[in-house]
């Protein structure tokens, strides 16, 4: 059973950091794109950031270059996300996803995690 597991979502500070991890497993995703998707309350999901899975390229909303940085390290079957200078608008429910495309479209994710839930105070 295929399953990406997300971590390190939590309650921080405006301009604070955390780094969410997703640990995938039931297969190798060594072909697959990896990234993050987030939705807020109220809002459609949206497309955060994602790794080609050689790792050689990333791709990131406009709303979050700059600040974010996706990782992957495909001998764990794990994708990161290091989220700098959080704004509240950053508050959402983060998943991790995989697919075949690049960059990664919701239409054609094949997996998703849970999500993992970030909040932002001002």
């Known amino acids: 059973q295929v399953q990406l597991v997300e971590s390190g979502g939590g309650l921080v500070q405006v301009g604070g950091s955390l780094r969410l991890s997703c640990a995938a497993s039931?297969?190798?995703?060594?072909?697959?794109?990896m990234g993050w998707f987030r939705q807020a309350p109220g809002k459609e999901r949206e497309f955060v950031a994602s790794n080609r899975w050689s790792g050689g390229s990333q791709h990131y909303a406009d709303s979050v270059k700059g600040r974010f940085t996706i990782s992957r390290d495909n001998a764990k079957n794990s994708v990161y996300l290091q989220m700098n200078s959080l704004k509240p608008e950053d508050t959402a429910v983060y998943y991790c996803v995989a697919g075949l495309d690049y960059p990664l479209r919701i239409a054609t994710i094949d997996y998703w995690g849970q999500g993992t839930r970030v909040t932002v105070s001002s």
């Open positions: 039931g297969r190798s995703f060594n072909t697959y794109a």
